[in-house]
């Protein structure tokens, strides 16, 4: 198996697994077993803050050998990957504006009632990040699909 091949699987690996592990099984442990919703979300925060690098940088590296391929698929990838990287940036600002709520309300957002407007705006923007990292992961998926019918 060519080098390179070896290199866009392990990079799909971590996008497209690290992705899904973080929300289907360390971000609900994480707010289930943290003895505060406030702990849970400074532990996904950290999480997520690294994930916010892979979601862009994994994408862009995913490009960058594109523009040297050819055949039917090579359109597919470019799109899709091209399409994350989009996503990616916008859930790292949706992300970061988040953060910024948190870090701003001087009480744990779940102790706010929930018509406050904080509590009603952090949670837009928290399902709206949510939204963009399923449409990623719903990106790399089928990039990890292509893959694996244009090699296998």
């Given at each position: 198996?060519?080098?390179?091949?070896?290199?866009?699987?392990?990079?799909?690996?971590?996008?497209?697994?690290?992705g899904v592990v973080l929300m289907a099984i360390a971000a609900p442990a994480a707010f289930r077993y943290a003895p505060t919703s406030e702990v849970a979300g400074n532990?996904?925060?950290?999480?997520?803050?690294?994930?916010?690098?892979?979601?862009?940088?994994a994408?862009?590296?995913?490009?960058?050998?594109?523009?040297?391929?050819?055949?039917?698929?090579?359109?597919?990838?470019?799109v899709l990957a091209i399409v994350a990287i989009c996503l990616g940036g916008l859930q790292w600002g949706v992300?970061?504006?988040?953060v910024a709520i948190r870090r701003a309300s001087t009480?744990?957002?779940?102790?706010?009632?929930?018509?406050?407007?904080?509590?009603?705006h952090f949670g837009?923007?928290?399902g709206v990040a949510f939204g963009l990292m399923t449409?990623?992961?719903?990106?790399?998926?089928t990039l990890v699909t292509i893959d694996s019918r244009e090699d296998g």
């Open positions: 198996m060519k080098l390179a091949i070896v290199i866009r699987r392990l990079l799909l690996a971590v996008w497209f697994g690290g532990i996904v925060g950290g999480m997520l803050a690294i994930w916010h690098w892979v979601s862009i940088l994408p862009i590296a995913l490009v960058v050998p594109l523009f040297a391929r050819t055949g039917a698929g090579r359109r597919a990838w470019l992300g970061s504006r988040v009480v744990p957002i779940t102790s706010l009632p929930k018509n406050d407007p904080v509590r009603r837009i923007l928290h449409l990623q992961l719903l990106a790399a998926g």
